[in-house]
Structures are given as structure tokens and as C-alpha cells.
């Protein structure tokens, strides 16, 4: 099945204590990207790759770090979490460059819930 | 720059009745429009899409929106509500280099 798989789906830490949220898509997709999504605030991208070690800021990057080592893989790595992190993160993909139209359409995985205390 | 409002933080709707959810946007040139949901618990799915053509455009379970040019909106509709669709709506325009502009929500609640 065509997927984005995120892990873990919850986690709860502490200020500070390093952590990694893993991202991988089986769909060959060229695209990734991360979100978040705060109530009132809709979902706003942090990061984005165009492609193997392309990676780029969002409207929200601070606070996080990415890397894209293989093209199926995006982890989102928070070096020092705090507690203005806690959201509900999304990864997404999409298969090839270029403006999200009809055809090149994002697709979401199920989402992680991180409460940082 | 981009942006999408969803005026309606929360609507109640018998089940049975018909919905209508208000999505207005602002993009400089064509823009491709975009309707998800997100069910308590789930990701976004994709509801429809819109990127030129037809001003009504047809979605899944039932969903329909139609493109209004002159009023910059792209509001969701559904005839005959039922209770599964409870859940929050996310409308989005595809603004610049592949990002996704999302409005701030819209939560469907669904009353019997």
C-alpha cells in the first residue's frame, strides 16, 4: 500500500531531551516535507527537501533539523525540544517537483503527537 | 503572499442536512485549491481538488466545492450530512515552490 509512515504516532518528553521523528514514503516521491498543525493556526511547513541531501526552511524551521540521507526517508530531529514544540507534526510527499497542482498532490501521513513537558 | 481564511471555527449540523463550509483565498495568479479532512485521530485525506476547468469540481464521499474567481472562494459542500463525517476541515492553495498555504480549520460537528 501506497504510504507515508510516521513513528511514533505519540511520544511525551521533557525539555530538552533530544528526540527524532522518523518519516518514510514507499512511493518513490521525489518531495518532502514537514508540517505542524496548532489549533487556530492551521498547519505550517517547517521543513522541506526537493531531493537526496536538498533540503530547505519553511515558514517555521526554528528549533528543528532535518536530513534526507535516502530518498525514502525524512526524519525530523528537535535537538533541545521545549515546550512551545508540542503540536501535532505531519510528514508529507509528493512524487516529483514543481507546483502542488492536480496532478503533483501531497500526500500526509497519519500524523505525531508529541507533548514536550 | 498566500493565504487561505476559514471563517468558521466550529459548525453544528443536523444529520440529514445539508453543509456548507466557507473557504476564502488570496494568491496572486491561478491557483490550485485544495479541500482535506481530518478525521479525530487520523491524518489529512484529500477531499478534492482544484486546478482549472470545471468550477465544480466532485470529491470523495460525496464532497463537492465550487471555484468562485470573483469572490476568491472555494466553499465545500455536501447535500445530506452523516454522522461520519464529524471531523475538521482543512482548506489549502498551492502557493509558490510546492508548500501548501492551509487555512486555520474548520471542526464539523454532526448532531442526530
Known amino acids: 500500500e501506497a504510504q507515508v509512515t510516521q513513528n511514533p504516532r505519540y511520544l511525551i518528553t521533557v525539555t530538552g531531551k533530544k528526540l527524532t521523528v522518523t518519516c518514510s514514503q514507499n512511493?518513490?516521491?521525489?518531495?518532502m516535507s514537514w508540517y505542524r498543525q496548532d489549533p487556530g493556526l492551521g498547519l505550517r511547513q517547517i521543513y522541506y527537501?526537493?531531493?537526496?541531501?536538498?533540503?530547505d526552511k519553511g515558514d517555521v524551521p526554528e528549533g528543528y533539523k532535518v536530513s534526507r540521507k535516502e530518498k525514502r526517508n525524512f526524519p525530523l530531529i528537535l535537538e533541545s525540544p521545549s515546550p512551545n514544540q508540542t503540536s501535532l507534526y505531519f510528514c508529507?510527499?509528493?512524487?516529483?517537483?514543481?507546483?502542488?497542482?492536480?496532478?503533483?498532490?501531497?500526500?500526509f501521513g497519519a500524523g505525531s503527537r508529541l507533548t514536550v513537558l | 503572499a498566500q493565504s487561505v481564511t476559514q471563517p468558521d471555527i466550529h459548525i453544528t449540523v443536523s444529520e440529514g442536512a445539508s453543509l456548507e463550509l466557507r473557504c476564502n483565498y488570496s494568491?496572486?495568479?491561478?491557483?490550485?485549491l485544495f479541500w482535506y479532512v481530518q478525521s479525530p485521530g487520523q491524518g489529512l485525506q484529500l477531499l478534492l481538488k482544484?486546478?482549472?476547468?470545471?468550477?465544480l469540481v466532485q470529491g470523495i464521499k460525496g464532497f463537492e466545492a465550487e471555484f468562485k474567481r470573483s469572490q476568491s472562494s472555494f466553499n465545500l459542500r455536501k447535500p445530506s450530512v452523516h454522522w461520519s463525517d464529524a471531523a475538521e476541515y482543512f482548506c489549502?492553495?498551492?502557493?509558490?515552490?510546492?508548500?501548501?498555504?492551509f487555512g486555520t480549520g474548520t471542526r464539523l460537528l454532526v448532531s442526530p
Open positions: 508529507a510527499s509528493s512524487p516529483f517537483l514543481g507546483p502542488l497542482d492536480g496532478a503533483n498532490v501531497l500526500t
Open positions: 512511493m518513490n516521491h521525489e518531495y
Open positions: 527537501s526537493m531531493n537526496v541531501e536538498v533540503t
Open positions: 494568491y496572486g495568479a491561478t491557483p490550485y
Open positions: 482544484y486546478f482549472s476547468g470545471d468550477t
Open positions: 489549502a492553495v498551492g502557493g509558490g515552490f510546492q508548500k501548501l498555504v
